[in-house]
């Protein structure tokens, strides 16, 4: 009974942004490495960010300056934040567990465009 919602996707303009959510149940959140991946059709996923259960990030370089994850452990939920969209930033968006399991969401769709 693991789940990993993500919403918060949607159509934006160039330079525009979204907030990305998502609430995780039925496993140890506030234990996990969780994570944010993307992919876009005929590409390999890729690495958006990670956050570490103290709190620590990463980010992949191509958002590095306009993307921020954060985490609320009380509310389950880790948070992307994405700021000065450009195209290349179209992609289904996925959350990511790691402990007991890898667990996927299902992804919610960001698109770029004019």
């Known amino acids: 009974q693991v789940q990993l919602v993500e919403s918060g996707g949607g159509l934006v303009q160039p330079g525009g942004s979204l907030r990305l959510s998502c609430a995780a149940s039925?496993?140890?959140?506030?234990?996990?490495?969780m994570s944010w991946h993307r992919q876009a059709p005929g590409k390999e996923r890729e690495l958006v960010a990670s956050?570490?259960?103290?709190?620590?990030?990463n980010y992949g370089d191509s958002v590095k300056g306009r993307f921020t994850i954060s985490r609320d452990n009380a509310k389950n939920t880790v948070y992307l934040q994405m700021n000065s969209l450009k195209p290349e930033d179209s992609a289904m968006y996925y959350c990511?567990?790691?402990?007991?399991?890898?667990?996927w969401g299902q992804g919610t769709q960001v698109s770029v465009s004019s």
């Open positions: 956050i570490t259960p103290g709190g620590s990030s």
């Open positions: 990511k567990a790691v402990w007991p399991k890898i667990y």
């Open positions: 039925g496993f140890t959140f506030s234990s996990n490495v």
